[in-house]
């Protein structure tokens, strides 16, 4: 099949699961759920190491404790969430053993969906990526002064625009993995945001990645967005170890 005549996918959907015979209704709450606590803790809102009692949850959502059960458990599959067996459910932690797993995952994955993309992706994907990038440098020039990195238009825009590069290839399964470990490297960098300077020429730095993957050199593109990738990630490293210097006590 001509890679101009492949359909593309987005990229952009939350993580695909089975589906079962339960009640329409029941679906719904668990998606719901599961959407409201998932968007919680990678916006830093949930923290890590927060206990997340059933009954405060139904309170605050108004959603049953099944499928709020559920929705967690769905959430500790993907390492968002712990599960503490009688004790319930807790945040998952974080640490530079963790965020280096994060990244050295990225690195490879990211690799394998960016050659898919520039092997299958159309003109409709090309369209994409532009696109997405157009959105994200309008949205950094207008909060130039600002965090970008606590902007939450400008975190949704940032992931779109990966998102789209990776969107071309025909693996869905692989893009829902690369989906899931960046929100997981986004956990990091929300977290650690308010310990860094807000990126200066950031889009710079994204339309290098975008030129080389619309050459369609997948070489050049992967390299480029391995180390884009390893830049974010040693801001987040330099930004925990200046938090940790701070809480700990002066001699």
């Keep these: 099949m001509s890679r101009r005549m492949h359909k593309e996918s987005s990229g952009m959907d939350q993580p695909v699961t089975a589906g079962t015979d339960r009640p329409e209704a029941e679906t719904t709450l668990v998606a719901k759920a599961y959407g409201v606590l998932r968007k919680a803790i990678v916006r830093g809102e949930l923290l890590p190491g927060d206990k997340l009692k059933i009954d405060v949850l139904q309170k605050q959502h108004a959603i049953s404790s099944s499928p709020l059960r559920e929705a967690l458990n769905r959430l500790t599959a993907e390492g968002l969430v712990t599960s503490e067996g009688n004790r319930g459910f807790r945040v998952a932690p974080i640490s530079?053993?963790?965020?280096?797993?994060?990244?050295?995952?990225?690195?490879?994955?990211?690799?394998?969906?960016?050659?898919?993309?520039?092997?299958?992706?159309?003109?409709?994907?090309?369209?994409?990526?532009?696109?997405?990038?157009?959105?994200?440098?309008?949205?950094?020039?207008?909060?130039?002064?600002?965090?970008?990195?606590?902007?939450?238009?400008?975190?949704q825009r940032h992931r779109d625009f990966h998102m789209a590069i990776m969107s071309g290839g025909r693996s869905k399964r692989l893009i829902n993995m690369v989906a899931n470990l960046f929100d997981q490297a986004e956990r990091y960098r929300r977290l650690s945001a308010v310990y860094r300077k807000g990126p200066k020429n950031k889009s710079n730095e994204h339309k290098r990645l975008m030129d080389a993957v619309l050459s369609r050199d997948p070489v050049l593109a992967a390299e480029r967005l391995r180390e884009h990738v390893e830049k974010t990630a040693q801001n987040v490293v330099n930004a925990m170890k200046a938090k940790q210097a701070e809480a700990e006590p002066a001699e």
Excluded: C, P, T
């Design 96 to 155: 530079l053993d963790d965020l280096a797993d994060i990244v050295n995952l990225r690195i490879v994955l990211e690799r394998q969906a960016v050659e898919a993309s520039i092997a299958d992706g159309g003109d409709d994907w090309e369209a994409g990526v532009v696109a997405a990038f157009y959105r994200l440098e309008r949205e950094e020039k207008r909060i130039f002064e600002e965090q970008a990195a606590l902007n939450e238009e400008w975190s």
